[in-house]
């Protein structure tokens, strides 16, 4: 019983993670200006993370966490030039 509750579980999350990710692409494309952008680029990478962590608990398979490591590190690189671009014009000073 505790295992169809967990499996329901993660796919919920897994469906309601995809409709973040809809909802985080479409900030980042329409978005009016470039900080509400940046914001969906950031929403969506977090999104895609969690994605990867629930489908590696779903699997039960370590390589999947190493992989959402990685991509929180690159993205979270990747937001902190964004930012450092639209507040200064440049990333390396």
């Known amino acids: 019983m505790s295992n169809l509750i967990f499996s329901w579980s993660i796919l919920a999350a897994q469906v309601m993670l995809g409709l973040a990710m809809c909802c985080a692409t479409y900030r980042l494309l329409v ?6 952008r940046i914001l ?3 929403t969506l990478y977090v999104n895609a993370l969690l994605l990867v962590l629930t489908f590696g608990i779903r699997v039960g398979n370590t390589f999947y966490f190493e992989a959402a490591l990685i991509m929180g590190l690159l993205g979270f690189v990747a937001t902190v ?7 200064r ?3 390396i000073e």
């Open 89 to 91: 014009g440049e990333v």
């Open 31 to 36: 978005g009016p200006r470039a900080q509400d």
């Open 81 to 87: 030039a964004l930012a450092k671009f639209l507040m």
């Open 40 to 42: 969906g680029l950031d």
